[in-house]
Nanobody, 116 residues
Framework: QAQLVQSGGGLVQPGGSLRLSCAGSGFIFSTFVMNWYRQAPGKERELVATIDTTGRRTDYADSVKGRFTISRNNAKTTVYLQMNSLKPEDTAVYYC?????????WGQGTQVTVSS
């Protein structure tokens, strides 16, 4: 059974850092583009970061550029989101996503709250 299991997240003060992890199983992880999305209360889900199958190409939403870093380890079938210089507006539920053509998987979501 293909699945994505997320870990990390929690409560952090403004300016702090967190790392999210997302472990894939039951599918050929290295062939899927991996994404991180987030959804804040009352807002639509937005794409935060994308990484290609090799890990060499990444892309970010303007709101997180220079602060967030997406990476992957295909040997460990895991994708990461390192979040630095966190702001209150980064508060949201974060979801990892795996995509290959019409196939798509979602993680269970993890809450990130940035507050003093």
């Amino acid at each position: 059974q293909a699945q994505l299991v997320q870990s990390g997240g929690g409560l952090v003060q403004p300016g702090g850092s967190l790392r999210l992890s997302c472990a894939g199983s039951g599918f050929i992880f290295s062939t899927f583009v991996m994404n991180w999305y987030r959804q804040a209360p009352g807002k639509e889900r937005e794409l935060v970061a994308t990484i290609d199958t090799t890990g060499r190409r990444t892309d970010y939403a303007d709101s997180v550029k220079g602060r967030f870093t997406i990476s992957r380890n295909n040997a460990k079938t895991t994708v990461y989101l390192q979040m630095n210089s966190l702001k209150p507006e980064d508060t949201a539920v974060y979801y990892c996503n795996a995509r290959l053509r019409t196939s798509e998987l979602w993680g269970q979501g993890t809450q990130v709250t940035v507050s003093s």
